[in-house]
């Protein structure tokens, strides 16, 4: 009976130790895959809500914004798009391939400037054909300058006041204009490219030289040029300054009218002091031939004390026109001129006077002879 009764025990025992180690063997293999599994997750950076957050910005985040002197937009020819603002608030241009486009300055019989006309005022022609107008706007649009500057032995006592007229210019002018300067005698040096520093102007402008003759033609075929070929901004301009006639040019004035004129062309606004000029009607003549042809103004004034207020007017006149663009009726063929005139017309206005390029040579080659250095 005792031995049985140990048996009886034993098998007993057996029958309940046996399940129990097979339990306690689940649980450890068990607490050994989740221990693995913690220091898996412990090698990875944990991703928390607030880890995410700083990983993808949400819809409403404010976009990193570029750097001050990052580029503007080109408004070169394009496939049509709709017009916009860009991230720095400063309008984008946009025209189609085949749009012609045209910077007017509207003023009344009392040549003040009219800035309140809509899209139904303008009618513009070419060649005497109406054409349809499928872009227009009226905003301050920035433009690409260059600054040309005589700097012939006889600009030598000017210069001060013409330098002080021109960095005056820049500060009335819209901001984000890209500006260069050239300075000209018998030659036209590039002494400072694209820029709005008024410092680096400031600097290029007072590089004198006064000296030599006046190619004043050479200067400014060569400054469209500069425009044409490095411009990233589709309104250009440019603002001459001289006290005589040239006398220097390889170019006539002609041949710089021509070039000025080719499609895209710059308009040329001109200061001609002309005070003490042995031929000042045919120095004139030309500074109004190039101005009226290309859209600008020609200025005389009769005192240097004049030339600053006169540079501040042509900032205000060219911060105020109209961008009217239009696809000619009919094809345009290389090299072939076209004549432009535009009209305006609105009620509560008398009679307006648009100005604007009186044409443009269409897809023609440029035939420069010199570059500004």
Same mark, same amino acid.
């Given at each position: 009976?005792?031995?049985?009764?140990?048996?009886?025990?034993?098998?007993?025992?057996?029958?309940?130790?046996?399940?129990?180690?097979?339990?306690?063997?689940?649980?450890?293999?068990?607490?050994?895959?989740?221990?693995?599994?913690?220091?898996?997750?412990?090698?990875?950076?944990?991703?928390?809500?607030?880890?995410?957050?700083?990983?993808?910005?949400?819809?409403?985040?404010?976009?990193?914004?570029?750097?001050?002197?990052?580029?503007?937009?080109?408004?070169?020819?394009?496939?049509?798009?709709?017009?916009?603002?860009?991230?720095?608030?400063?309008?984008?241009?946009?025209?189609?391939?085949?749009?012609?486009?045209?910077?007017?300055?509207?003023?009344?019989?009392?040549?003040?400037?009219?800035?309140?006309?809509?899209?139904?005022?303008?009618?513009?022609?070419?060649?005497?054909?109406?054409?349809?107008?499928?872009?227009?706007?009226?905003?301050?649009?920035?433009?690409?300058?260059?600054?040309?500057?005589?700097?012939?032995?006889?600009?030598?006592?000017?210069?001060?006041?013409?330098?002080?007229?021109?960095?005056?210019?820049?500060?009335?002018?819209?901001?984000?204009?890209?500006?260069?300067?050239?300075?000209?005698?018998?030659?036209?040096?590039?002494?400072?490219?694209?820029?709005?520093?008024?410092?680096?102007?400031?600097?290029?402008?007072?590089?004198?030289?006064?000296?030599?003759?006046?190619?004043?033609?050479?200067?400014? +075929?060569?400054?469209? &040029?500069?425009?044409? $070929?490095? =411009?990233?901004?589709?309104?250009? %301009? #440019?603002?001459?300054? *001289?006290? @005589?006639?040239?006398?220097?040019?390889?170019?006539?004035?002609?041949?710089?009218?021509?070039?000025?004129?080719?499609?895209?062309?710059?308009?040329?606004?001109?200061?001609? +002091?002309?005070?003490? &000029?042995?031929?000042? $009607?045919? =120095?004139?003549?030309?500074?109004? %031939? #190039?101005?009226?042809? *290309?859209? @600008?103004?020609?200025?005389?004034?009769?005192?240097?004390?004049?030339?600053?207020?006169?540079?501040?007017?042509?900032?205000?006149?060219?911060?105020?026109?109209?961008?009217?663009?239009?696809?000619?009726?009919?094809?345009? $063929?290389?090299?072939?001129?076209?004549?432009?005139?535009?009209?305006?017309?609105?009620? @509560?206005?008398?009679?307006?006077?648009?100005?604007?390029?009186?044409?443009?040579?269409?897809?023609?080659?440029?035939?420069?002879?010199?570059?500004?250095?």
């Amino acid at each position: 009976m005792p031995g049985r009764d140990i048996t009886h025990l034993l098998n007993k025992s057996q029958k309940v130790f046996f399940p129990l180690l097979f339990l306690l063997c689940l649980c450890l293999g068990q607490s050994v895959q989740v221990g693995a599994q913690d220091k898996t997750e412990s090698a990875a950076p944990a991703t928390t809500p607030e880890s995410t957050a700083k990983q993808e910005p949400t819809a409403s985040q404010e976009p990193a914004k570029p750097a001050e002197n990052t580029p503007l937009p080109s408004a070169t020819p394009q496939d049509s798009q709709p017009d916009k603002t860009d991230s720095q608030g400063v309008f984008v241009f946009r025209k189609t391939v085949d749009e012609v486009m045209l910077h007017a300055t509207v003023v009344d019989d009392k040549q003040r400037i009219v800035t309140t006309l809509d899209r139904s005022a303008f009618s513009v022609f070419e060649d005497g054909k109406p054409q349809s107008i499928i872009s227009f706007h009226h905003v301050d649009i920035p433009v690409a300058m260059g600054i040309v500057i005589d700097n012939s032995g006889s600009m030598r006592e000017k210069r001060n006041k013409v330098n002080q007229a021109a960095l005056n210019l820049v500060r009335s002018s819209n901001p984000r204009d890209e500006v260069f300067i050239v300075n000209f005698n018998d030659e036209q040096y590039l002494d400072q490219d694209f820029t709005h520093d008024l410092l680096k102007l400031k600097e290029a402008l007072e590089k004198i030289d006064a000296r030599g003759g006046t190619a004043l033609y050479d200067a400014v +075929v060569a400054s469209a &040029e500069h425009l044409k $070929k490095n =411009a990233r901004l589709e309104k250009k %301009v #440019i603002f001459v300054v *001289t006290d @005589g006639e040239d006398n220097a040019s390889s170019e006539t004035l002609e041949q710089a009218v021509k070039q000025l004129q080719e499609e895209g062309g710059p308009s040329v606004y001109a200061i001609g +002091v002309l005070g003490d &000029e042995e031929h000042p $009607k045919r =120095a004139k003549k030309a500074l109004q %031939v #190039i101005a009226d042809r *290309t859209g @600008g103004i020609a200025f005389f004034p009769k005192t240097l004390d004049e030339v600053d207020e006169i540079s501040r007017t042509i900032a205000n006149d060219i911060r105020n026109q109209y961008a009217i663009g239009y696809k000619p009726v009919s094809p345009k $063929k290389v090299g072939e001129f076209r004549q432009i005139r535009v009209e305006a017309k609105a009620k @509560g206005h008398g009679k307006m006077i648009v100005r604007t390029k009186s044409g443009y040579f269409a897809g023609a080659e440029t035939a420069t002879t010199g570059a500004a250095k």
